[in-house]
T-cell receptor
């Protein structure tokens, strides 16, 4: 069974631009969560989607947004990029996003802002 | 609470030793816990999970212990191997409406010497 797939693996952008990252969950998984990982803040929750609806959101500015499609694939978008947005962005999927279900992660998209 | 990874704790062991990695969690309402292993350039990999109605769970070469009284979680790795070298994270879910939201600890760097 294929794991969580994230594309692209690496991205370089400049300040002020916007970026879209993609995530394909494990087949049969309907919940997708997004996390940001930085050396200073560690792993922080961005948001979670289930059945095309955002059910949960972390403490990030509105520049960070996402969506989920009917096939459970998800995208996240960051607008007006700032230097501090440089990070590894991780996507995780689980069957239904239940509070006692394990999440399985992709290998992330490394975003660098110049 | 939010992860505050800065200077990660480190654990250095010899191949064949048993390793114990500790984690203090912050939310007394958390009722589900996961241990992840993250190798360089990869996303977190699921190791083992435990629900709050249990105090011990065993997997292959790994055991997780949960002490809810002092809000402490530990991961024991038996017969540690060089391939176990990685950063280990504990993560918690607060239950209720925390769909798809994991709060991560800061991580511990495990180094196994041959």
């Amino acid at each position: 069974k294929a794991g969580v797939t994230q594309t692209p693996r690496y991205l370089i952008k400049t300040r002020g631009q916007q970026v879209t990252l993609s995530c394909s969950p494990i087949s049969g998984h309907r919940s997708v969560s997004w996390y940001q990982q930085t050396p200073g803040q560690g792993l922080q929750f961005l948001f979670e989607y289930f059945s095309e609806t955002q059910r949960n959101k972390g403490n990030f500015p509105g520049r960070f947004s996402g969506r989920q499609f009917s096939n459970s694939r998800s995208e996240m978008n960051v607008s007006t990029l700032e230097l501090g947005d440089s990070a590894l962005y991780l996507c995780a999927s689980s069957r239904e996003g239940g509070t006692s279900q394990p999440q399985h992660f992709g290998d992330g998209t490394r975003l660098s802002i110049l | 609470g939010e992860s505050v990874g800065l200077h990660l704790p480190t654990l250095s062991v010899q191949e064949g030793d048993n390793s114990i990695i500790n984690c203090a969690y912050s939310n007394s309402a958390s009722d589900y816990f996961i241990w992840y292993k993250q190798e360089s350039g990869k996303g977190p990999q699921f190791i083992i999970d435990i629900r709050s109605n249990m105090d011990k769970r065993q997997g292959q070469r790994v055991t997780v212990l949960l002490n809810k009284t002092v809000k402490h979680l530990s991961l024991q790795i038996a017969a540690t191997q060089p391939g176990d070298s990685a950063v280990y994270f504990c993560a918690e879910n607060a239950g209720g409406t925390s769909y798809g939201k994991l709060t991560f600890g800061q991580g511990t760097i495990l180094t196994v010497h041959p």
